[in-house]
């Protein structure tokens, strides 16, 4: 399983980025995605969950200013991030809890991307 992120780079002030995480390989299901970031020189922090057939859940940091959202069909997920803040630089990562099968076997683990760089400066 792979989870690749795009959509990160260099945004203004009070602008706006879309992130994008596809998950590729042999997948049965996806029992949720999230995403954290980890700014420079800090630990890595949850911001943005979203379970299959439930409800999103933010970091009071990002909620109301950030989306998150999935489409299940394409096995990706989303972060629209609204009115960006110079603390909101970090490398973002995407993460999915999946769910593999293998000779009749099952198992389901967190898997990460290797991240994408957001920076916010004018």
């Known amino acids: 399983v792979q989870l690749v992120e795009s959509g990160g780079g260099l945004a203004q002030p009070g602008g706006s980025l879309r992130l994008s995480c596809v998950a590729s390989?042999?997948?049965?299901?996806?029992?949720?995605m999230g995403w954290y970031r980890q700014p420079p020189g800090a630990q890595r922090e949850r911001i943005a969950g979203?379970?299959?057939?439930?409800?999103?859940n933010y970091a009071r940091s990002v909620e109301g200013r950030f989306t998150i959202s999935r489409d299940n069909a394409k096995n990706t997920v989303y972060l629209e991030m609204n009115a960006l803040k110079p603390e909101d630089t970090a490398t973002y990562y995407c993460?999915?809890?999946?769910?593999?099968?293998?000779?009749?076997?099952?198992?389901?683990?967190?898997?990460w991307g290797q991240g994408t760089q957001v920076t916010v400066s004018s």
């Open positions: 993460t999915g809890l999946i769910k593999t099968s293998s000779y009749g076997r099952s198992t389901s683990e967190w898997y």
């Open positions: 390989g042999t997948i049965s299901r996806i029992n949720a």
């Open positions: 979203l379970p299959t057939g439930g409800s999103p």
